[in-house]
């Protein structure tokens, strides 16, 4: 008898444990837009924290709904999908903008308001979770340092290119620090010298702080050259291939000795400074 519990005890502290480790889950997920067939057919798969995965498939294919049902913006037609461990099919609307808060996403389109300039765009996020405006001045200033468009702050993002629209998306879906970040297609309109800076963003996002991050995008080069996991769409279903590299030895953070050239390692420390956003 008490073997018996002991091994129920245990199944369901393993449970616990993994479910703890595991950012997003999908158990026989299907989605669908109206009475359209299909577009993702039992979709199961886990992928835990601190993960980083290329989303690779033809246009169509269900990349941006995949992205969508993560950030719980389109609902499953049936199946289950866990985030942080909750499932999330008949959360409220309160708990799903609650759950949002750890997360980001930056689609193709941009999604920037108008109406303000392109710090306050960027700053948006910090504000609505009442981060002082001497931080967030820090901060922004900081993020569109790095992004290479500081002296676009005042600027009405509708005057820049595409290119930097999207690096301003970019930035505004950063700056929040967030568990899970969900990017459809960030490299698109960039050369490939911005290209690459923002791959090397992410990369120490996810080193830094175990940010866990899914990229769509349909660059061979930039998956050749970062060889992260490619979770592939097609056929209305999906396959994972590659494994994560080796990571680095990890070095502890520190405030003392000289500035750091590294801009994440600074960002880092602006972070710090705000605590948890």
């Known amino acids: 008898m008490w073997a018996f519990l002991f091994d129920h005890l245990f199944f369901f502290y393993y449970i616990s444990i993994m479910e703890e480790k595991t950012a997003i889950s999908f158990a026989n997920?299907?989605?669908?837009?109206?009475?359209?067939?299909?577009?993702?057919?039992?979709?199961?798969?886990?992928i835990s924290n601190g993960g980083f995965y290329f989303l690779s498939g033809a246009s169509g294919a269900g990349k941006t709904t995949l992205l969508r049902l993560i950030y719980q913006l389109h609902k499953p037609s049936r199946g289950q999908i866990k985030l942080f461990g909750m499932v999330t099919n008949d959360m409220s609307r309160n708990e799903i903008n609650k759950?949002?808060?750890?997360?980001?996403?930056?689609?193709?389109?941009?999604?920037?308001?108008?109406?303000?300039?392109?710090?306050?765009?960027?700053?948006l996020p910090l504000r609505v979770r009442n981060i002082s405006e001497e931080k967030i001045k820090k901060l922004v200033s900081k993020v569109l340092e790095w992004v290479g468009?500081?002296?676009?702050?005042?600027?009405?993002?509708?005057e820049l290119s595409g290119g930097q629209q999207q690096r301003v998306s970019v930035a505004r879906a950063i700056i929040i620090?967030?568990?899970?970040l969900l990017a459809d297609e960030p490299t698109g309109n960039l050369d490939?010298?911005?290209?690459?800076?923002?791959?090397?963003?992410?990369?120490?996002?996810?080193?830094t702080f175990g940010t866990t991050i899914i990229l769509?995008?349909?660059?061979?080069?930039?998956?050749?050259?970062?060889?992260y996991p490619i979770i592939t769409v097609e056929n209305h279903r999906i396959s994972f291939s590659g494994t994560h590299p080796t990571p680095p030895p990890e070095q502890k953070r520190t405030s003392k000795g000289p500035k750091s050239q590294n801009y994440f390692t600074e960002l880092t420390k602006q972070f710090d400074d705000i605590g948890n956003i």
């Open 177 to 180: 620090q967030p568990s899970i």
């Open 29 to 46: 997920v299907a989605a669908k837009y109206d009475s359209s067939p299909e577009i993702l057919t039992d979709v199961s798969f886990n």
């Open 99 to 123: 759950l949002r808060q750890k997360m980001a996403i930056v689609f193709q389109e941009y999604s920037l308001l108008s109406h303000l300039t392109v710090f306050d765009n960027v700053a």
């Open 149 to 158: 468009l500081g002296k676009y702050a005042n600027s009405n993002p509708m």
């Open 216 to 227: 769509a995008t349909h660059s061979k080069k930039i998956m050749e050259t970062y060889k």
């Open 192 to 207: 490939e010298e911005n290209a690459s800076r923002l791959m090397e963003l992410f990369i120490q996002m996810n080193k």
